[in-house]
């Protein structure tokens, strides 16, 4: 959020929590596994680490939708002559 609306960051708010799943074999929501709702350690967060997380994101998605734009369906053929 500091990369895109920075404005709405309160940086003086922010609070860190340990990773207490470490070690835990279930995924559990952010709820059971944190008092204050965060994750992390938001106080380390900055515009640039954020503009580089959106940049990652992006070019994994692009990359990953140009993929599925040039996928083909599964070949069916071999399966539908051995049952014949």
């Known amino acids: 959020l500091l990369a895109i609306a920075p404005e709405l960051v309160r940086m003086d708010r922010v609070v860190d929590e340990p990773d207490r799943s ?3 074999l279930f995924s ?3 709820a059971e596994m944190s008092v204050s709702g965060v994750v992390g350690r938001p ?3 900055t515009r640039d680490k954020g503009v580089a997380l ?4 992006v070019e994994d998605l692009s990359h990953k939708v140009m993929t599925a734009l040039k996928e ?3 070949d ?3 399966e539908r002559t051995a049952r014949a």
């Open 54 to 57: 959106i940049e990652m994101i």
């Open 43 to 45: 106080s380390a967060a």
């Open 76 to 78: 069916l053929a071999p």
């Open 22 to 24: 470490e070690g835990r």
């Open 72 to 74: 083909e369906p599964p």
């Open 28 to 30: 559990y929501t952010v």
